[in-house]
């Protein structure tokens, strides 16, 4: 079956340090990968996706390149700030066969602390 | 700015007894998932719906939950009776059928004691 693997957290930055944040999965299909992100006592926020090999997703500084050759989709930014402070999912929504349901396979998860 | 909305967003009960958590999807979505999240297991998928049928509930403990969509704005899970180990954040997440990003609520957090 479908799985996510992210990297073991939690992730602790100083100010305007650069994050990278590993996600590899396994799918039978052909996946979309998205990366969510929750902040503290919220629901989880689409931040950024990409649909086929070699895309590259962005939105608010981060940035992840959908790599069908190494199977990741990495996250990454710059220059983080103490409001990037949140937990980070990473995701694949696979075909099924055509049958597009929307359905989403979640990584466990990656703790983001960014201190000043 | 169209949202999804849970209620409660809070839930403290007492071991056995019945919980019901809502969600109204956003309006015109047609595809409604709930999930569960816990420190120990992440996120799990319990139930997901399309056109207000169920699709798969494979993730949902049948002996004790139940979800239901009465209509298209409206979502429930049922826990009956509830167990302490269902304390939990309940999200529900909706979409539109072919595309993939879910929009989610901000959750219902239960706790049973």
């Known amino acids: 079956g479908d799985s996510v693997t992210q990297m073991e957290g939690p992730v602790t930055l100083s100010e305007e340090a650069f994050l990278t944040i590993n996600c590899t999965y396994t799918?039978?299909?052909?996946?979309?990968l998205f990366w969510y992100v929750q902040y503290p006592g919220e629901g989880l926020q689409l931040l950024l996706k990409?649909?086929?090999?070699?895309d590259k997703g962005s939105n608010k500084g981060f940035e992840a390149t959908y790599r069908k050759e190494t199977t990741s989709f990495h996250l990454e930014k710059g220059s983080v700030q103490v409001s990037d402070s949140a937990v980070y999912f990473c995701?694949?929504?696979?075909?099924?066969?055509?049958?597009?349901?929307?359905?989403?396979?979640f990584g466990q998860g990656t703790i983001l602390t960014v201190h000043p | 700015d169209a949202r999804v909305t849970q209620t409660p967003r809070h839930k403290v009960t007492e071991m056995g007894q019945e919980v019901t958590m809502r969600c109204q999807p956003i309006?015109?979505?047609?595809?409604v998932f709930w999930y569960r999240q816990t420190m120990m297991q992440g996120l799990e998928l319990l139930a997901y719906?399309?056109?207000?049928?169920?699709?798969?509930d494979s993730g949902m403990p049948k002996d004790r939950f139940s979800a239901e969509m009465p209509d298209a704005t409206l979502a429930t899970l049922k826990i009956q009776p509830s167990e302490p180990r269902d304390s939990a954040v309940y999200f529900c997440?909706?979409?539109?059928?072919?595309?993939?990003?879910?929009?989610f609520g901000p959750g219902t957090r239960l706790l049973v004691l």
């Open positions: 997440a909706s979409g539109l059928d072919g595309q993939e990003t879910q929009y």
């Open positions: 799918a039978t299909g052909y996946p979309s």
């Open positions: 990409a649909t086929k090999a070699d």
């Open positions: 995701a694949l929504s696979d075909d099924e066969g055509g049958t597009s349901y929307g359905k989403l396979t």
């Open positions: 309006l015109g979505h047609n595809t």
């Open positions: 719906f399309r056109n207000r049928a169920p699709l798969d």
